[in-house]
């Protein structure tokens, strides 16, 4: 059996972009030649690694049980041929994924106090809402997610990271922004603005606050923080945000924090597939992001 780097490209390719259309667009291969490259990976193989239903594939388990080995086999090849080129032991590019909150407020920070401690310049960002991290992190189209939220999923494997306060925000004319002290209890009833399904500030919203009240009303229910920021200033609701993505709002006075008899706090978490390769620059990253404190001045 002869299986080539580029069929485990070709295939790990149709994969991640869910069509060999899209995989023949992203490779800058014909259609046909990403077929054939997945027909005689197959044939060499014995065995087919999607289903066909139609024009249609679908990974079946022996696709699936391919998809960690394939990726080890191109990064160590990347390595390889990058240490060839360079002496450096940090070899290849990060792709990191962040939350909303975290990739916003966070990981560029992180990212450029890396690069300082490392040298190493060849990373790339997607933010997100914590559900699609971890789909991508089940794809293998990225190396590290950082997400709030605990993650419970076999095939993932996370780390607690750091942690945030949790505030509850509404316009300075808000009824209840001039009550002090406030109760629990003068939430209730009221009107809010929470994330997008898949979000993890809603997933926390949902699971920590919300079971306090008798009744709340939504909304609006928007994709990013700042639309929420936005719409809170704008008079529409309350709003229930990390401290840390809300603090420059508070400082413009574009909102306040409501002064509540709680301490709602919430945790960040490191995660990556547990059948991930574990290259240096990949262990060097995590070993990192689980020493590394964030400065004063973005301290959560």
Known sequence: MALS????????????????????????????AVSMALAELESQLGYPL???????????????????????????????????????????CLRLGGSDTVGNQLLPTLISDFRHATSHQQQTLMIANSQEIIDRLQHFELDVGLVEGEILHPDLLQMPWLSDQMVV??????????QTP??????????????????????????RLAPRFERWHLSFELNTTEAILNAASAGLGL??????????????????????????????????HKDKYQS?????????????????????
């Open 169 to 178: 925000v509404c316009h300075p004319d808000h009824p209840l922004a001039s």
């Open 50 to 92: 999607f289903d066909r239903r139609g024009n249609r594939l679908h990974l079946n388990d022996q696709g699936a049980a391919l998809i960690p080995k394939a990726d080890e086999l191109l990064i160590r090849s990347d390595e390889i041929s990058a240490a060839l080129k360079d002496d450096s032991q940090l070899i290849g």
């Open 182 to 207: 406030l109760s629990v209890g003068a939430l209730d009833d009221q009107t809010w603005l929470i994330r997008e399904p898949g979000s993890g500030t809603r997933e926390h919203f949902l699971s």
């Open 239 to 272: 709003a229930y945000l990390s401290k840390l993505s809300a603090q420059h709002a508070i400082a413009d006075g574009r909102v306040v924090a409501l002064e509540l008899p709680l301490l709602l706090s919430r945790r960040y978490w490191l995660v990556r």
């Open 5 to 32: 780097l580029p069929q485990l490209r070709v295939f790990l390719t149709i994969v991640q972009e869910g069509t060999i259309t899209a995989a023949a667009k992203k490779l800058f291969l014909s259609k046909p």
């Open 280 to 300: 240096g620059l990949l262990s060097r990253f995590w070993d990192f992001c689980l020493h590394w404190q964030p400065q004063p001045h973005s301290s959560t």
